[in-house]
């Protein structure tokens, strides 16, 4: 079992930038890839970002690459996302999710994951 929370939501300006962060506990987080999502109200669950359990690979959705980056440190067993260039159509409820030893583009899909946090709110104002 794998315990996933984020952190570091919160309302911003449009341009302005975030980092969100996901703790795990429960299980050797670095034997886990890790994927970003977010739901907007009244929309489906979509990709944002993932990052393979050796954290050689990353993908992005098209909509935020350039702008978000995702990162790990297995140390502290946590997952990062910054993102910077906010635009209000980034507004959503974030998600981390987890998978052992996902590194494909799989990682893309929700259907992938075992473990989600709970989420944090990210508000961008125009």
């Known amino acids: 079992q794998v315990q996933l929370v984020e952190s570091g939501g919160g309302l911003v300006q449009a341009g302005d930038s975030l980092r969100l962060s996901c703790a795990a506990s429960?299980?050797?987080?670095?034997?886990?890839?890790m994927g970003w999502f977010r739901q907007a109200p009244g929309k489906e669950r979509e990709f944002a970002a993932a990052i393979s359990w050796s954290g050689d690979l990353t993908y992005y959705a098209d909509s935020v690459k350039g702008r978000f980056t995702i990162s790990r440190d297995n140390a502290e067993n946590t997952v990062y996302l910054q993102m910077n260039s906010l635009k209000p159509e980034d507004t959503a409820v974030y998600y981390c999710?987890?998978?052992?030893?996902?590194?494909?583009?799989?990682?893309?899909?929700?259907?992938?994951?075992?473990?989600w946090g709970q989420g944090t709110q990210v508000t961008v104002s125009s």
């Open positions: 999710a987890a998978v052992a030893f996902g590194s494909n583009i799989l990682l893309k899909k929700t259907q992938t994951y075992n473990y």
């Open positions: 429960g299980r050797t987080f670095s034997g886990y890839a």
